[in-house]
């Protein structure tokens, strides 16, 4: 069984929030159910549309969702709560008795998904970080919506990563992709029908009690759906690395690499260290999209140090990567005083205080 890759540290558990949104029509809960469908154990928590947050089992009938939630009467979620309000549903879904795994914001139709984001940015929950924006669009009305929505492109500017849903009913599928590609800014763009797409890309699922194993990035590989006719590889629009290095990796380097990080990487998660830049910590690293975080955690006495990294996305040169990576690695016994500034602009700062995060319409620093 290849490795899951970086195995989880001593800091605190965050979950993930996802916020999912696209016109009316487009797909948004056909891709959620389908995401409790193949969740592989994993507990989703989901504020749809409404006042309340509500738990949801992964292995639960996925009809439910609609049946158990109070709609809105402007049928708004960033039009009815500010983020105090937002933050008291985070704070119950993130409870650690509550056992959610991640977390989906299913927006309305009419949503502003940037200011979804904004809420979710600006939550002081700690148990919880940015998952990443899913814009999802319907191929086959695409031309019809965006000439009554032209805000879409605006949409689509943001998002982390687009799905571009009901592809086998859309006259000009290729057409279609290249548009949506031309109008992102760098996100990943998956091509989907039925709104199937990987949990994996969105969060790690839980082993069941009927798979034998951690599901890795490396099995995306190996898996294959088996949810009918309709199914197909789920994996055939994802790439992925794994990459492990002995040697710490240099601060500056390593910015570099994330401030140019290609088109479609939609996912970086694992441990970085930084040798004699933190003799004590190791690094874990967040990022979605555009979005990027570092969180300085203990050595454990006994740990050997490695930097352990996994990257996921959607027509990624994984060799590449790699190699830029390796450039990366530094065993300089010293450290220049100032190499760190980089990472730490992205390190949470405690409560009270300037985070220093990246605001979702910014470019990488």
């Known amino acids: 069984m290849p490795s899951a890759g970086p195995t989880p540290g001593p800091g605190p558990r965050q979950i993930p929030v996802v916020v999912l949104a696209g016109f009316l029509g487009s797909g948004k809960t056909t891709l959620l159910n389908h995401l409790l469908h193949r969740s592989g154990g994993s507990r989703i928590g989901a504020v749809v549309n409404d006042f309340g947050a509500i738990e949801i089992d992964a292995m639960a009938v996925a009809g439910a969702l609609g049946d158990s939630t109070v709609s809105l009467g402007n049928g708004c979620l960033c039009c009815a709560v500010d983020v105090s309000e937002l933050d008291l549903y985070l704070e119950r879904l993130a409870r650690p008795a509550a056992g959610i795994d991640v977390i989906v914001i299913e927006a309305s139709g009419l949503a502003e998904p940037q200011e979804l984001v904004r809420m979710v940015l600006a939550s002081e929950q700690p148990g919880i970080v940015y998952g990443g924006l899913v814009e999802v669009v319907d191929a086959a009305e695409f031309d019809g919506t965006r000439a009554k929505h032209p805000e879409i492109d605006r949409h689509l500017a943001l998002a982390d990563l687009v799905v571009v849903n009901k592809l086998d009913r859309a006259a000009d599928a290729g057409r279609v992709l290249s548009v949506v590609r031309d109008l992102t800014d760098r996100a990943a763009v998956l091509p989907a029908t039925y709104g199937r797409i990987d949990p994996e890309f969105l969060f790690d699922c839980r082993p069941s009690e009927e798979r034998i194993g951690q599901l890795s990035f490396d099995d995306l590989h190996e898996h294959t759906a088996d949810d009918g006719d309709h199914a197909g590889h789920l994996h055939t629009a994802y790439d992925s690395l794994s990459f492990v290095a002995e040697v710490p990796l240099d601060p500056r380097r390593l910015m570099t ?4 990080r290609p088109e479609g990487l939609y996912r970086i998660k694992g441990y970085v260290g930084f040798g004699p830049y933190d003799v004590r910590n190791r690094y874990a690293v967040h990022a979605v999209g555009r979005f990027l975080r570092f969180c ?19 027509g990624i040169d994984a060799p590449a990567l790699a190699k830029e990576l390796e450039a990366c690695q530094n065993d300089a016994p010293h450290a220049d005083e100032h190499g760190m500034w980089g990472v730490l602009r992205y390190v949470q700062a405690p409560e009270g205080q300037d985070s220093g995060e990246q605001d979702p319409e910014d470019p990488p620093a």
């Open 257 to 260: 690499f994330l401030d140019s």
């Open 296 to 314: 300085p955690e203990p050595w454990a006495p006994a740990e050997a140090r490695l930097t352990q990294l996994v990257l996921i996305g959607s």
